[in-house]
């Protein structure tokens, strides 16, 4: 039997103007198990909860109803000051009689009458409520970062300065990302490689920071402060450790007809290769696509030419097992394919790119050493064309694009036409725009910079359609402004791609148990307050696998995402929520049903001897909890066909006393 | 003014087209092959609907300049169907008493060896009531 303590706030007048405190202090006196109800004008002063501490020594109260705010509000306050006075803190229970009472309501009468039944239907659960220990659980203090381009970089350089591991997994031979193959950065033009390979180096020699590269996440099993991540190494054929990155073998090897993936296949490079002067690791990697001596078994030039010895045709995938206490998504971003704008003529002229194809043209280490040139001819373009939104906000059911805007376009196009008029005066650039979308510090001044300063001709309307004819494309587009239909002859079209995140993001949600917008960006947990962690504890996210962000917003992502991993691993154990579900082994039939619905992971199946009343013993097949994942959101009690689960602190029973008290 | 808003319910019906999907971005317009015929063009239909200027739209030319050619309603980014606005306002305009924009009468004259009859017929069953 409870002896409960009720105990009425008048919130000044927020409730008190409303309710008549005294009377629902009276009338819940009167309800089973309460041997103490008063009122007071501010629970949550210190001289309040004084009265609760008071009142739980000289009643031997063991369970606690506060009739006051939301529980959002001050359910902790309340349950430290019962735990200071020795009781459990899930003893307590808050009726809110402010926001879903007085607030509401305008009469004190209907205000009280509905007061006191929100009283009693907390007076009911009190009665029904048992102690509750949250569980610990170890931390392990590693961190694992999926994605190896500047948020990845980022996070992992903040979270090992902090002094804890880290590892970064990255699929493609080096780190760097997309960042590495931009040329200058909005929007004040430092080159991005300056920026970037600094830090790239700092990883490499960052003695807390191993880095994966060439490498994918194959599974994740565990849960917050304690994953078991398989990391799959695929084969490069060249060992990492013995190759000094000299470069000989990508001079000599005699497949040279490689599309290079790293300019988006505007040049060629060979079958073994490094993707760029700076990458890191510094180490070659063979294509084995194309490699004639892993296809044909005859070559080997690399092998001979190789002083260090490091190739090694007969390398096979190796997996990788590591235990984590933290995970963050940086999967990034790609453009989206061109292939279905027929309009813009992308697949039929080799002089229609995407922006980032322009970025490899004008990179000083790009397939033209940075002279901006046709890629069908070589030529210098005179009249070029930019066209933005292609592919960004469509409407929803459009197959070809993607209905959110893509945000980085309108930076980058102005750059692209600011830096192409500032080293070829002669060209005449348009940039055909729906809105000109500039939010960002510095940002709106530069695109402004490029009209006023460097002429470049801003027109308020979309290319309707680029038809190659010789030697040049002709763009017809409108100019709503001025009302006209422009035809241009140009001799470059740009098209302002749309962004997506990478392929691989869907399936590392999978396996993450992690959400994901219809988009395919991750979901966080709050929009607005919790930004960088996802719904799934121990999983945070940094950078465009999020949402569309240029390099400043990523790198304060992927910050933000270091310190939120910090503050998980700086802990010895974790606390968990005792509020979690558990299965009565008794009545579980082994059906499987909460494991489906489960949005966590949290539940697994055993097979456990019982022993039956005839002293024989049975296995069956029960459902276990873990309950350092479940986050007590209550799906598996609804779906268990035989009631076997429930949730501690909200049991089926406890919630029925309430609509009880509530309908009596 | 009762009677223009009437047609207007009318025009959204027949058409099935939401103007305020409409961003404003002109693709239609850009990649319209009419352009130079047309008084009014693919997007100023879609604006013109929208604010309820019905009556200028119901007496333009540009109703049959309008190739019914459907590259609007292809390009068009957010699904707004411009085409097809500029339909249901020409079969609106026909319906009218006395809207028949062409008559059997005037068939012989329209023929010559240059004009496919396919496109004769076409434009007989499209502008007429």
């Not at chain 1, 999983?539 to 240029?550: E, H, I, M, N, T």
């Not at chain 2, 609007?72 to 249901?88: D, F, N, S, T, Y």
Request: hydrophobic share 35%.
């Amino acid at each position: 039997m409870q002896r409960i303590g009720v105990f009425v706030c008048h919130c000044g007048t927020n409730i008190a103007g409303t309710v008549d405190v005294a009377a629902v202090s009276e009338s819940l006196g009167k309800e089973q198990g309460v041997v103490f109800s008063t009122h007071y004008q501010y629970m949550c002063s210190q001289a309040g909860q004084d009265i609760i501490k008071n009142a739980i020594a000289e009643y031997k109260l063991t369970g606690i109803v506060v009739c006051s705010c939301s529980p959002r509000m001050h359910e902790t306050t309340f349950r430290k000051t019962a735990a200071a006075a020795g009781i459990n803190p899930y003893m307590v229970e808050i009726a809110n009689i402010r926001e879903q009472c007085s607030w509401v309501h305008k009469d004190t009468i209907s205000g009280t009458e509905k007061a006191i039944i929100l009283g009693k239907a907390a007076v009911a659960k009190v009665n029904l409520n048992a102690p509750l220990t949250p569980g610990e659980t170890p931390v392990t203090k590693r961190a694992l970062v999926i994605g190896g381009g500047i948020a990845g970089i980022q996070t992992a350089l903040d979270i090992a300065d902090a002094g804890f591991p880290v590892d970064i997994v990255e699929k493609k031979p080096t780190i760097g990302g997309k960042m590495a193959q931009l040329d200058k950065t909005f929007p004040t033009l430092d080159c991005a490689a300056c920026i970037l390979t600094p830090k790239m180096v700092d990883v490499a020699q960052n003695d807390k920071i191993r880095i994966f590269s060439y490498s994918e996440v194959t599974s994740v099993k565990g849960f917050v402060g304690n994953f078991d991540v398989t990391i799959k190494r695929k084969a490069r054929y060249v060992k990492e450790d013995v190759c000094t990155g000299c470069g000989a073998c990508t001079e000599k090897c005699p497949q040279k007809k490689v599309p290079n993936e790293f300019n988006l296949g505007m040049d060629n490079r060979r079958a073994i290769y490094i993707p760029f002067a700076q990458a890191v690791p510094k180490v070659a990697t063979i294509d084995p696509d194309y490699c004639m001596m892993l296809k044909t078994g005859k070559c080997g030039v690399c092998s001979k030419v190789c002083t260090a010895g490091a190739i090694d045709y007969k390398a096979k995938d190796e997996y990788v097992e590591e235990k984590y206490g933290a995970i963050v998504v940086a999967t990034g971003f790609n453009p989206i394919s061109m292939d279905k704008f027929d309009e813009f003529a992308y697949s039929q002229s080799k002089d229609v790119i995407t922006s980032l194809e322009f970025e490899r043209l004008t990179n000083a280490a790009g397939p033209t050493q940075g002279k901006l040139l046709r890629p069908s001819d070589g030529e210098h373009p005179h009249t070029i064309v930019f066209v933005q939104c292609v592919g960004s906000r469509c409407d929803s059911c459009s197959e070809k694009g993607k209905e959110y805007c893509s945000k980085i376009c309108c930076m980058y196009t102005a750059k692209h036409a600011m830096l192409t008029r500032d080293k070829y005066p002669d060209t005449d650039v348009y940039v055909f725009y729906i809105d000109v979308r500039t939010p960002g510090k510095n940002f709106d001044e530069f695109y402004r910079r490029a009209v006023e300063e460097y002429g470049v001709h801003y027109i308020k309307g979309m290319v309707g359609k680029v038809s190659p004819e010789g030697k040049k494309l002709m763009v017809q587009a409108s100019d709503l402004i001025a009302g006209k239909q422009l035809h241009i002859e140009a001799d470059l079209v740009v098209l302002a791609a749309a962004i997506e995140p990478d392929k691989s993001a869907r399936p590392l949600a999978t396996m993450l148990t992690a959400s994901m917008d219809t988009n395919d960006f991750f979901t966080e947990a709050h929009p607005k307050l919790r930004p960088v962690e996802s719904p799934t504890a121990g999983v945070f996210l940094s950078g465009a696998c999020q949402g569309p962000k240029d390099i400043p917003e990523t790198v304060s992502q992927a910050g933000a995402a270091a310190a939120k991993v910090i503050g998980l691993l700086c802990k010895d154990k974790l606390t968990g929520n005792p509020c979690v579900a558990h299965s009565d082994e008794m009545m579980c039939n082994g059906c499987s049903t909460c494991e489906k619905v489960c949005p966590y992971g949290a539940i697994t199946y055993v097979d456990k001897e019982f022993r039956m009343p005839d002293r024989t013993t049975r296995v069956r097949r029960v459902a276990q909890v873990n309950e350092a994942v479940c986050q007590g959101c209550g799906c598996c009690t609804v779906a268990c066909p035989s009631g076997a689960m429930d949730l501690k602190g909200f049991a089926g029973k406890q919630i029925m006393a309430e609509v009880d008290a509530i309908c009596r | 003014m009762a009677d223009m808003e009437r047609k207007r319910e009318q025009i959204l019906r027949i058409s099935g087209v939401n103007p305020r999907k409409c961003m404003r971005c002109g693709k239609c317009t850009a990649t319209c092959p009419s352009y130079d015929e047309m008084e009014y063009h693919p997007h100023e239909f879609v604006y013109m609907v929208e604010t309820g200027e019905i009556e200028p739209l119901l007496k333009s030319e540009s109703l049959y300049k309008c190739l019914s050619c459907m590259a609007c309603v292809e390009r068009c980014p957010r699904g707004v169907e411009p085409g097809k606005l500029v339909e249901a306002i020409r079969l609106v305009a026909v319906r009218e008493k006395g809207g028949d924009r062409i008559t059997a009468n005037d068939i012989p004259a329209l023929l010559d060896d240059e004009m496919p009859q396919q496109a004769i017929v076409t434009a007989f069953r499209k502008y007429q009531k």
